[in-house]
């Protein structure tokens, strides 16, 4: 059974950094992704990473979040910098057999619960 778990969330003030972290079962997906929701707005792409190593990310996070994964320990990991309160949400972890983009979220097959993560002023 597909299964995704996330952990590393938390409460940080601006500036700070978390890193979040997400064990998968061990399939190699052809393309792996984060992806948050906010209060009353839509889900989001943040980042994906695909079987190649390749990376992307929203305009809103360049530079300051990083995408990677670990094929021994079958984990893909989200370092997040210089929060700001407007990062501000659940994050998802999303896996997919074949994804047309990274950011479009239901181009995944599978999710993780998510983790919370708040950014204080």
């Known amino acids: 059974q597909v299964q995704l778990v996330e952990s590393g969330g938390g409460s940080v003030q601006t500036g700070g950094s978390l890193r979040l972290s997400c064990a998968t079962s061990?399939?190699?997906?052809?393309?792996m992704g984060w992806f948050r929701q906010a209060p009353g707005k839509e889900r989001e792409g943040v980042s994906g990473?695909?079987?190649?190593?390749?990376?992307s990310y929203a305009d809103s996070v360049k530079g300051r979040f990083t995408i990677s994964q670990d094929n021994a320990k079958n984990t893909v990991d989200l370092q997040m910098n210089s929060l700001k309160p407007e990062d501000t949400a659940m994050y998802y972890c999303?896996?997919?057999?074949?994804?047309?983009?990274?950011?479009?979220?239901?181009?995944?097959?599978?999710w993780g619960q998510g983790t919370q993560v708040t950014v204080s002023s």
């Open positions: 061990g399939y190699r997906y052809n393309r």
């Open positions: 990473i695909d079987a190649y190593g390749r990376t």
């Open positions: 999303a896996a997919a057999r074949f994804a047309r983009t990274w950011y479009r979220a239901t181009d995944y097959n599978y």
